[in-house]
């Protein structure tokens, strides 16, 4: 964050309360009703995961034990049970009126739009499924999507976890070399993709990403690729590998079964930057993830029957998982799916959705907010938004600026401003207001949310006082909790459960975000502590892009760093030393921009590329990116230099 809103955010004083009329109405609907269900929570957890799993949840067979938490940090939750994330989502709701409900409203970039009823979703989810089965996918099989946002990327997503094979969405923006990386790393058996999908205005092709990321056999385990045909423009198919959505799955019978699928088997797997390494995949498991799903999305949203749900995320990113897909259809609500994103020739594009499908929860990230606010609130004033009801913000710090400015000029005041914390690895939201309940701080996710024991500390593992730094972490499991590293249970462990010794002896879980507590408990989450860049809410690891950048054959060396970015939150720069003999210029600057982008994806390419002679180094080698932070921020480099092992990098730096 820049230091500007550090300042502001510790200045903040403003406390807006929950407006009346919707917390008359509300689930949670006042301070006392939240503290009540905390102290529940608190007294007797076991007992109050029990009560909402079974409430809340189909089962077809009971659990038995809530929790098992004998071997930490590997948590069990609900065993004995069995229950299916697709039936929870869609066959649960077709005995009554909600059949007939609109589950899903998807609109086109190109301004096409379709509508599904609870009963047609069902149908096609289970079509999809069949063919999924067809193309010998059964249970525990991996099955990645890589997808423009079609209905069908839902579609898909629900038909695997029907049939109990998990999938692992890979963001349509990521590069063939980074699908490559995730199809390896998972072992994966089937490809779901579609032709291309439409990106501010012009249709961009996405099946050849998947041919070149399969190319020489590179995947040997991917078996076929499932193609929807989205933009109609040339695709080459492979024989024996490819096939046509249209023409598999149109053709199935719309009866399949939901598996029943014990509690802990896995859900899907998800891949996220760490500070270490390449991404990991984090691996989330049926009943905890439902259930975390399910509860948030009713208890931050508030969830009415006539509400109409509106997550702005792509489906490859959790959020979309959790508030476009499993959450507000396993809660039977409507929830819309927007292929396009706002641009210079259609800044209204967002409010436009609002008006024509008369959105009354509307949950977006700081960064797109920041965006608006620069095109001047001409922009939405044009537009009728008076169904709206509730704002929610995710990913990233919001500045109080963009805060007030969305609850202003977006909800008029009317709507209360719910700004989430959570992660990948916590499945669902963790850290959030209740809009019928918390008054709410500009800038502060205000308070964990029923049964988290989120807090901040020290090193050792204490709570910090108020107003003093720490680390965010959480004291107990909840059942949305990654479960593990796909393949890696060791690095599990020391991602997350090994930085802080808890002081009672008892495992921490280490977000890798830095935060501080006022005295009313409200979180104030600061950023990560960690090597990851958060560039528009995307997780980066510094490292990956290093990695990149040497993969290039000009590069010997690159350190990677954020800075403050008044619209991105942060941008990325790349301090790099050449082979020995070449120098650096602008066109090897923008090579070596384009190589990031192949080898991760467009949203990884450096802002800007330093070439220097050296690096700035400990004696035992470990490059210092404190410095680094410092310089790429055009900040004076202050603390102890007195590891260096070499000063006059740093005037050369400097320059
Ligand atoms: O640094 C925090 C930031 O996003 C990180 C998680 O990123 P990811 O796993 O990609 O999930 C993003 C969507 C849930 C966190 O470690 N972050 C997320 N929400 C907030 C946030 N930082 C501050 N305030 C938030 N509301």
Same mark, same amino acid.
């Given at each position: 964050?820049?230091d500007?809103t550090?300042?502001?955010v !510790? +200045?903040e004083g403003?406390?807006?309360q929950?407006? /009346?009329?919707? =917390?008359?109405?509300a689930?949670i *609907?006042?301070?006392? &009703?939240?503290?009540?269900?905390?102290a529940?929570?608190?007294?007797?957890?076991d007992?109050?995961?029990?009560e909402?799993?079974r409430?809340?949840?189909?089962?077809?067979e009971?659990f038995h034990?809530?929790?098992?938490?004998?071997?930490?940090?590997?948590?069990?939750?609900?065993?004995g049970?069995?229950t299916?994330?697709?039936?929870?989502?869609?066959?649960?709701?077709?005995?009554g009126p909600?059949?007939?409900?609109?589950?899903?409203?998807?609109?086109g970039e190109?301004?096409?739009?379709?509508?599904?009823?609870y009963?047609? !979703? +069902?149908?096609?989810v289970c079509?999809?499924a069949? /063919?999924l089965? =067809?193309?010998g996918?059964?249970? *525990?099989?991996?099955? &990645?999507?890589?997808?423009p946002?079609?209905p069908?990327?839902?579609?898909?997503?629900?038909?695997c976890?029907?049939?109990?094979?998990p999938?692992?969405v890979?963001?349509?923006?990521f590069s063939a070399e980074?699908l490559?990386?995730?199809?390896?790393d998972?072992?994966?058996?089937v490809?779901?993709?579609?032709?291309?999908?439409?990106?501010k205005?012009?249709?961009?092709?996405?099946k050849?990403?998947?041919?070149?990321?399969?190319a020489g056999?590179?995947c040997?385990?991917?078996?076929?690729?499932?193609v929807?045909?989205?933009?109609?423009?040339?695709?080459?198919?492979?024989q024996?590998r490819?096939?046509w959505w249209?023409?598999l799955v149109?053709?199935?019978?719309?009866?399949?079964?939901?598996?029943?699928?014990?509690?802990?088997?896995?859900?899907?797997?998800?891949?996220?930057?760490?500070s270490?390494g390449?991404?990991?995949?984090?691996?989330?498991?049926?009943?905890?993830?439902?259930?975390?799903?399910?509860?948030?999305f009713?208890?931050?949203?508030?969830?009415?029957?006539?509400?109409?749900?509106?997550?702005?995320?792509d489906v490859?990113?959790?959020?979309?998982?959790?508030?476009?897909?499993?959450g507000p259809l396993s809660?039977?609500?409507?929830?819309v799916?927007y292929?396009?994103?706002?641009?210079?020739?259609k800044?209204g594009?967002?409010w436009?959705?609002?008006?024509?499908?008369?959105?009354?929860?509307?949950y977006?990230?700081?960064?797109?907010?920041?965006a608006?606010m620069?095109?001047?609130?001409?922009?939405?004033d044009?537009?009728?938004?008076?169904?709206l009801?509730i704002?929610?913000t995710v990913?990233?710090p919001?500045?109080?600026?963009?805060w007030?400015w969305y609850?202003?000029?977006?909800g008029h005041?009317?709507?209360?401003?719910?700004?989430?914390?959570?992660?990948?690895?916590?499945?669902?939201?963790?850290?959030s207001?209740?809009?019928g309940?918390?008054?709410t701080?500009p800038?502060?996710?205000?308070?964990?949310l029923?049964?988290?024991?989120?807090d901040?500390?020290?090193?050792?593992g204490?709570s910090?006082?108020?107003?003093?730094g720490?680390?965010?972490?959480?004291?107990?499991?909840?059942p949305?909790?990654?479960r593990?590293?796909?393949?890696d249970?060791e690095?599990?462990?020391?991602?997350?459960?090994?930085?802080?010794?808890?002081?009672?002896?008892r495992?921490?879980y280490?977000?890798g975000?830095?935060?501080?507590r006022?005295a009313?408990?409200?979180?104030?989450?600061?950023?990560?502590?960690?090597?990851?860049?958060?560039?528009?809410?995307h997780r980066?690891?510094s490292?990956?892009?290093?990695?990149?950048?040497?993969?290039?054959?000009?590069?010997?060396?690159?350190?990677?760093?954020?800075r403050?970015?008044?619209?991105?939150?942060?941008?990325?720069v790349a301090?790099?030393?050449?082979q020995?003999g070449?120098?650096?210029?602008?066109?090897?600057?923008a090579?070596?921009?384009k190589?990031?982008g192949?080898?991760?994806?467009?949203?990884?390419?450096?802002?800007?590329?330093?070439?220097?002679?050296?690096?700035p180094?400990t004696?035992?080698?470990?490059?210092?990116?404190r410095?680094?932070?410092?310089l790429?921020?055009?900040e004076?480099?202050?603390?102890?230099?007195s590891?260096?092992?070499d000063?006059?990098?740093?005037d050369?730096?400097?320059?």
């Amino acid at each position: 964050m820049p230091d500007a809103t550090i300042e502001s955010v !510790l +200045q903040e004083g403003r406390i807006f309360q929950p407006p /009346a009329e919707l =917390a008359a109405r509300a689930r949670i *609907g006042s301070m006392e &009703a939240y503290r009540e269900l905390v102290a529940r929570a608190e007294a007797d957890p076991d007992a109050f995961w029990g009560e909402h799993a079974r409430e809340q949840l189909h089962w077809f067979e009971p659990f038995h034990t809530v929790l098992d938490w004998s071997n930490p940090p590997f948590a069990r939750w609900f065993e004995g049970g069995t229950t299916n994330l697709a039936y929870n989502c869609l066959d649960r709701h077709l005995d009554g009126p909600r059949a007939e409900k609109t589950a899903l409203i998807w609109e086109g970039e190109p301004g096409d739009s379709r509508r599904f009823t609870y009963r047609e !979703l +069902q149908a096609e989810v289970c079509k999809a499924a069949n /063919a999924l089965k =067809a193309l010998g996918v059964g249970k *525990g099989d991996l099955v &990645a999507l890589y997808m423009p946002m079609v209905p069908e990327a839902a579609i898909a997503m629900l038909a695997c976890a029907r049939i109990g094979a998990p999938h692992s969405v890979v963001f349509g923006g990521f590069s063939a070399e980074a699908l490559r990386d995730r199809l390896i790393d998972g072992g994966v058996k089937v490809v779901i993709t579609a032709d291309g999908g439409f990106r501010k205005d012009k249709a961009v092709a996405l099946k050849p990403a998947v041919d070149q990321a399969l190319a020489g056999g590179a995947c040997p385990t991917v078996e076929q690729v499932l193609v929807v045909r989205r933009t109609g423009e040339a695709t080459p198919m492979e024989q024996g590998r490819d096939r046509w959505w249209h023409e598999l799955v149109d053709s199935q019978s719309s009866d399949c079964p939901a598996v029943p699928m014990a509690s802990e088997d896995r859900l899907f797997v998800l891949y996220t930057s760490g500070s270490t390494g390449k991404p990991k995949g984090v691996v989330h498991t049926t009943a905890g993830y439902n259930l975390w799903a399910h509860l948030t999305f009713q208890w931050i949203f508030d969830i009415r029957d006539d509400d109409i749900h509106w997550c702005t995320a792509d489906v490859g990113w959790i959020t979309g998982h959790s508030y476009i897909v499993y959450g507000p259809l396993s809660n039977g609500a409507t929830t819309v799916m927007y292929e396009g994103a706002p641009r210079p020739s259609k800044p209204g594009a967002f409010w436009e959705v609002i008006q024509k499908h008369k959105v009354s929860i509307f949950y977006t990230a700081p960064t797109a907010i920041r965006a608006f606010m620069k095109s001047g609130r001409e922009v939405p004033d044009q537009y009728d938004m008076s169904t709206l009801r509730i704002l929610g913000t995710v990913g990233e710090p919001i500045n109080p600026e963009a805060w007030m400015w969305y609850r202003e000029v977006i909800g008029h005041g009317r709507c209360p401003v719910i700004d989430t914390w959570w992660q990948t690895e916590t499945g669902g939201v963790m850290i959030s207001p209740l809009p019928g309940a918390t008054p709410t701080k500009p800038g502060s996710a205000t308070l964990p949310l029923p049964g988290i024991a989120a807090d901040i500390v020290d090193n050792e593992g204490h709570s910090v006082g108020v107003d003093e730094g720490g680390y965010l972490a959480v004291r107990r499991p909840w059942p949305g909790m990654m479960r593990t590293v796909h393949g890696d249970p060791e690095r599990f462990r020391k991602s997350y459960w090994e930085h802080i010794l808890g002081a009672d002896g008892r495992p921490l879980y280490f977000a890798g975000d830095g935060a501080r507590r006022d005295a009313d408990g409200y979180f104030w989450v600061m950023g990560r502590v960690d090597d990851v860049i958060s560039v528009s809410g995307h997780r980066l690891g510094s490292m990956e892009i290093e990695s990149a950048l040497v993969s290039h054959p000009s590069v010997a060396e690159a350190a990677v760093v954020g800075r403050p970015d008044d619209l991105k939150g942060e941008g990325i720069v790349a301090f790099v030393t050449l082979q020995t003999g070449l120098s650096g210029d602008a066109a090897l600057g923008a090579e070596l921009r384009k190589h990031v982008g192949a080898e991760i994806g467009p949203i990884a390419r450096p802002d800007e590329i330093r070439f220097s002679d050296a690096l700035p180094k400990t004696r035992s080698g470990k490059i210092m990116r404190r410095i680094l932070r410092a310089l790429a921020a055009g900040e004076e480099v202050s603390g102890d230099t007195s590891t260096l092992e070499d000063r006059s990098v740093l005037d050369a730096l400097r320059v």
